[in-house]
């Protein structure tokens, strides 16, 4: 069974919401070393597109399991806004190519 590579480009969603906090440098290094540091541009689109179109159920999924996180979560959300400029870029800002 294959699987698509852009499947696997939604793996990376986590680099926005969770990683970038903790290291940038490790997910600079993560995503240029996954493609052998050349990045399709393509794959930012992608990104993009992911991170984006989980921020609504992100919302909903935090206020239903986890209410008393909300704040931490918007929080999180405003970052990966911050990052993409509101998603007027693909590239997030910390990305150094």
């Not at 699987?3 to 939604?10: G, L, V």
């Not at 793996?11 to 903790?22: P, T």
């Not at 986890?66 to 999180?76: D, F, G, I």
């Amino acid at each position: 069974m294959m699987i698509s590579i852009r499947a696997t480009y939604h793996d990376f969603l986590k680099i926005a919401y969770f990683s970038r906090e903790v290291s940038i440098p490790f997910c600079n290094g993560q995503i240029k070393g996954y493609f052998n540091g050349i990045v399709p541009p393509e794959f930012w689109k992608l990104y993009a597109l992911y991170a984006a179109m989980i921020i609504f159920p992100t919302i909903t999924w935090t206020l239903k399991v986890v209410p008393e996180q909300l704040e931490s979560m918007l929080a999180r959300i405003r970052v990966v806004l911050e990052d993409h400029q509101n998603f007027e870029k693909f590239i997030p800002i910390w990305f150094n190519s």
